[in-house]
């Protein structure tokens, strides 16, 4: 710390907020014009080779906006992280160095007339004198014990703002790569242009680095989350490695240590049919990992992202979908001796390929407890609120850096290219952003789709055939690993 270094936590905290809100603003923004020349450049009605070009160069701006929208989620992310870390006291460099140097010269003035009275006791004849300097010494010798407790008190917190600059210091750093590839994608598509007609830089790197730095952030391009049938299709598709992995990954449990490569299809089967909350929660590992490849690896034994022959990068998702899977499902608490243990239930499911799905209670107990066993301390929290107040609390835990999943009774879904898709039972999600108009966005089946808490079919359970319509949202929590 310097003595010129000043922070106010709540200043910060304010500015934090602010920048936050904008940047929000900016990517709803940037989502509309995304959007917009999306629709204009794959509309069917205009047929040209001049529209043709144009629209290969707005596919190209849509993956610098697309990046752009990447830059401000992953400094808004800073933000939010900043603002965590800058702790609740005011640090005022010129007070602090002040009461540090009055501090050390109270002592330093304690300590000299504690000699002279040591000096004065030695030399003292009489009994009762000596005794006086004696005890002068030591209430001399006690205040400048107790100045220098002082002065270590102040100079903590010169250290406590070192370690506030040191664990922010690499904030922002991510985004600064993202910014130059844009720049350069921006030079590209500018400089692609031969007699009037946009003429695409056959050189597909500054793209695929863009794509991939942005993977690396946040979740978009291709990356739209995880897919309860993406084991099962591996399994199916994958080649002999890819089906190594799985079976080693299924294997590593003790209740499928003995399983054949026909059960572990049955297994994978009955995943696709109960695993939206089990995605869900892989979801969020993703999003929580990112930026911390090694920790990720460190943690779960295999990495976080994976490139393809053609470099492109993508997320890891079908082995920790089965890790959580296999590691949690059919897990459940009981109480014995008024002490709780962990039981599995093989007849918890209706077959060995249809599974019954999560309840929020269970997800709560499966992957805090997935996640304790690997030494990292999460919380997750059933948040009760009526449908129309779904939007707000949603916003007020992406507030606190919290991460949500959301379940609905029926499925109401829309997707990006405005579909709408109608289906009875229950289904849990990723929450993965908030849009303007009041409605929520979230990961489910590999894909982008929009849900309207607002919707009376969440509120009317005659028009559901489970009779037990709902929309519930869960809170889920990190606390920093050790």
Not at 237 to 244: L, M, P, V, Y
Not at 446 to 457: A, K, L, Q
Request: proline share 3%; net charge negative.
């Amino acid at each position: 710390m310097q003595r010129s270094d000043y922070l106010n936590p709540q200043d910060m905290r304010g500015q934090c907020a602010k920048a936050i809100k904008c940047m929000e603003a900016d990517c709803r923004a940037l989502e509309i014009v995304g959007k917009s020349i999306g629709d204009f450049a794959e509309d069917p009605e205009i047929e040209s080779e001049a529209f043709d070009a144009m629209a290969l160069q707005l596919e190209d701006y849509r993956t610098v906006i697309e990046a752009m929208r990447i830059a401000n989620v992953t400094d808004s992310a800073d933000f939010q992280s900043l603002s965590g870390l800058v702790g609740n006291e005011v640090l005022d460099g010129e007070n602090i160095f002040c009461q540090m140097e009055n501090a050390w010269n109270m002592k330093e003035n304690y300590l000299a007339n504690e000699d002279v009275y040591i000096c004065r006791m030695e030399a003292a004849k009489d009994v009762f004198l000596y005794a006086y300097y004696q005890w002068k010494a030591k209430q001399y010798g006690h205040l400048a014990w107790n100045s220098q407790r002082l002065y270590e008190s102040w100079k903590e917190k010169t250290e406590r703002f070192d370690e506030i600059a040191e664990g922010t210091s690499s904030l922002f750093s991510a985004a600064e790569g993202i910014h130059r590839l844009i720049q350069t994608g921006l030079s590209k598509i500018a400089g692609a242009f031969l007699k009037g007609v946009y003429v695409p830089d056959k050189d597909q790197e500054w793209r695929r680095q863009l794509k991939n730095t942005c993977i690396h952030l946040a979740m978009g391009y291709k990356d739209r989350g995880g897919d309860q049938n993406g084991p099962f299709e591996l399994w199916s598709r994958g080649d002999a490695s890819d089906r190594e992995t799985l079976r080693e990954l299924v294997h590593g449990y003790e209740e499928y240590a003995d399983y054949s490569d026909e059960e572990i299809e049955d297994l994978l089967k009955k995943l696709n049919s109960e695993g939206c909350g089990y995605v869900a929660f892989a979801n969020i590992l993703a999003e929580e990992f990112r930026r911390k490849e090694g920790e990720f690896e460190r943690i779960f034994g295999f990495p976080l992202f994976m490139e393809n022959e053609d470099g492109d990068v993508f997320v890891n998702y079908n082995p920790l979908i089965i890790d959580l899977y296999c590691a949690s499902d059919n897990h459940n608490k009981v109480w014995n001796f008024w002490q709780n243990h962990d039981t599995y239930d093989e007849y918890e499911d209706q077959s060995a390929t249809i599974g019954r799905g999560t309840t929020p209670d269970d997800r709560i107990y499966r992957f805090e407890r997935y996640m304790n066993g690997r030494g990292v301390t999460v919380s997750i929290e059933n948040i009760r609120c009526s449908p129309d107040e779904v939007y707000q609390r949603c916003k007020e835990e992406a507030a606190r850096g919290n991460q949500v999943i959301i379940s609905t009774c029926p499925v109401r879904l829309e997707s990006e290219d405005g579909e709408v898709s109608h289906m009875d039972g229950g289904h849990a999600m990723t929450v993965t952003g908030l849009t303007g108009d009041g409605r929520i966005k979230v990961s489910s089946w590999g894909e982008i789709y929009y849900i309207t808490p607002e919707d009376p079919d969440y509120q009317t359970p005659e028009k559901n055939r489970a009779r037990d319509a709902y929309i519930k949202i869960q809170s889920v929590c990190f606390q920093p690993v050790e």
